[in-house]
């Protein structure tokens, strides 16, 4: 594991349950119990309706690419220029995220392609949701 | 006052963040009154802003009031809320406070604190400020709707026509599409020159009643509508990423109000930090039909001469961009209606100018005429 050169999240009470998902392999999102909405980022009450009763759920770490950016600004986490994207989960939410295991170019990264989510330790606290292109075994 | 409450708890509350205090007591507040969320249609708060506030709590507001002077912020936005009601600009206000004073939990200070939702499901990817975050929904843009890069770098290549005109623009030299796409790469598919610049600046407006306004040595112009609203500080939680919904409620809200047609529009600036902004602002506001606005830029329908000029200061691309340009975009909308603009536009009756605050964050919308009503 490299030092953390990104910019690391602090988690809050509201948010602990998913950065503690995240370091147990699961991504886990929050939906509603009245009107079902299934949101992302968390907080405990639903976005649509209001309703403080809302459980947590796990997702299947299914996603798309929804759009993306190829940053050529040099970052101290990053190799060269590198994708940071917007992923649409199979659970409806989209969350930011970079795709990892294809090389960092439009002819490599097709929107609406299918990702699956990779867990990427970067400190002792905080794992990150990245995202892979599904069925590209790098293994 | 129809709901009033506070936290549920009072004292030290380690266990809750300060946007989750707000949160509490917004909850509390809309019970009290028996409201929902979607009753909602006007918001305040100080401390923390109210873009971050709103979206977190799934509001759709076409008011907002984020004065900040300290303790009795809120004070001033109950009586701003009580000119809001009054002028008809909303109906129903909620005003929010949360303060972890004492146990300092997610206390932010800035937009991507650490702690802040945006600190925590945006920064760890690796942006690094406007030029990869507000860039991030046009290649969705691109695929939905067809645009080519030929067709976004000509948003920058008719600008820089307008700015040739204006002896105050930073940018003055005629570009060609070659000349954007051969610029050096800032953010795929974001080119340089598709940018906005980066410079030093400023300006100041002073309003009066419209019953004085002929008392002064300039011309008057005056403003018969107005918009707002925001939408989310996380450019990865807009609801639509080819739209913005700030927007789509800005620009309505102040044509309503100012009782015009888009027809009636003579000169238009719509805010213009990257090149998607003035695509994405002309389908919002109407102009064009959905994917209808590269091919209408495209066709020099906003350039010199052509039937809907718009940016014609050079813009945010050309003209100047100290990092909050909405003073300089109304700057010009004045200068055309006054009739003093370097690139005049030709009896300049009626000038829409819409603003864009964050990335897709904010917006507010003012039309500006050179009669008091149409």
């Known amino acids: 594991m490299d030092k953390p050169k990104r910019a690391l999240p602090r988690p809050t009470p509201e948010t602990a349950h998913f950065w503690e998902g995240t370091k147990a392999g699961e991504l886990l999102l929050q939906s509603c119990s009245v009107c079902k909405t299934t949101y992302f980022p968390p907080r405990p009450f639903c976005p649509d309706c209001g309703s403080r009763k809302v459980e947590i759920s796990r997702a299947s770490g299914k996603a798309t690419l929804d759009s993306y950016v190829i940053n050529h600004r040099n970052h101290p986490a990053f190799d060269g220029p590198y994708a940071i994207a917007i992923v649409k989960l199979k659970e409806g939410p989209r969350m930011m995220t970079n795709i990892v295991g294809c090389p960092q170019t439009p002819e490599s990264l097709v929107l609406d392609m299918p990702l699956i989510v990779k867990y990427e330790n970067v400190s002792e606290e905080i794992t990150l949701p990245l995202f892979e292109p599904e069925g590209d075994d790098n293994e | ?374």
């Open chain 2, 1 to 374: 006052m129809v709901g009033a409450s506070e936290t549920t708890e009072l004292g030290v509350i380690p266990q809750i963040s300060q946007q989750q205090l707000h949160a509490d007591a917004a909850l509390n507040a809309l019970a009290d009154a028996g409201l929902t969320v979607k009753d909602i249609d006007g918001f305040a708060t100080a401390g923390d802003r109210p873009t971050d506030l709103a979206y977190y709590l799934g509001i759709t507001p076409k008011w907002v009031d984020g004065t900040a002077v300290g303790g009795c912020s809120f004070m001033l936005h109950v009586r701003h809320a009580v000119a809001a009601i009054m002028s008809g600009h909303c109906e129903t206000v909620l005003i929010t406070h949360g303060e972890s004073g004492r146990s300092g939990v997610g206390r932010g200070g800035f937009a991507s604190a650490p702690a802040s939702l945006t600190g925590q499901f945006e920064m760890p990817f690796g942006p690094m400020g406007p030029t990869s975050l507000f860039t991030l929904p046009v290649l969705r843009y691109m695929k939905d709707y067809g645009m080519t890069h030929e067709q976004l770098a000509m948003v920058a290549v008719v600008q820089r026509e307008w700015a040739s005109k204006n002896p105050r623009a930073s940018q003055r030299d005629p570009i060609t599409i070659d000349d954007v796409l051969n610029s050096k790469m800032i953010a795929y598919p974001f080119h340089l020159l598709e940018c906005c610049l980066v410079t030093d600046g400023g300006g100041a407006l002073i309003l009066t009643k419209s019953e004085r306004a002929k008392d002064f040595p300039q011309k008057p112009v005056y403003i018969i509508g107005t918009g707002e609203s925001v939408e989310t500080p996380m450019i990865s939680q807009m609801q639509d990423l080819t739209s913005s919904r700030a927007f789509t409620v800005a620009g309505p809200s102040a044509m309503k109000e100012a009782q015009i047609t888009h027809q009636e529009v003579d000169h238009l600036m719509v805010y213009d930090a990257f090149a998607h902004l003035p695509i994405y602002g002309l389908e919002d506001l109407g102009f064009c039909e959905r994917g209808e606005a590269p091919s209408f830029i495209w066709e020099q329908n906003t350039a010199p001469g052509g039937k809907l000029p718009m940016n014609t200061n050079g813009g945010g691309l050309s003209y100047m961009h100290s990092g909050m340009y909405g003073m300089y975009a109304m700057q010009e909308s004045i200068r055309q209606i006054r009739g003093v603009a370097p690139a005049q536009v030709p009896e300049a009756k009626v000038s829409l100018c819409l603003g864009v605050g964050g990335m897709f964050g904010a917006s507010g919308c003012i039309v500006f005429a050179s009669e008091p009503k149409l």
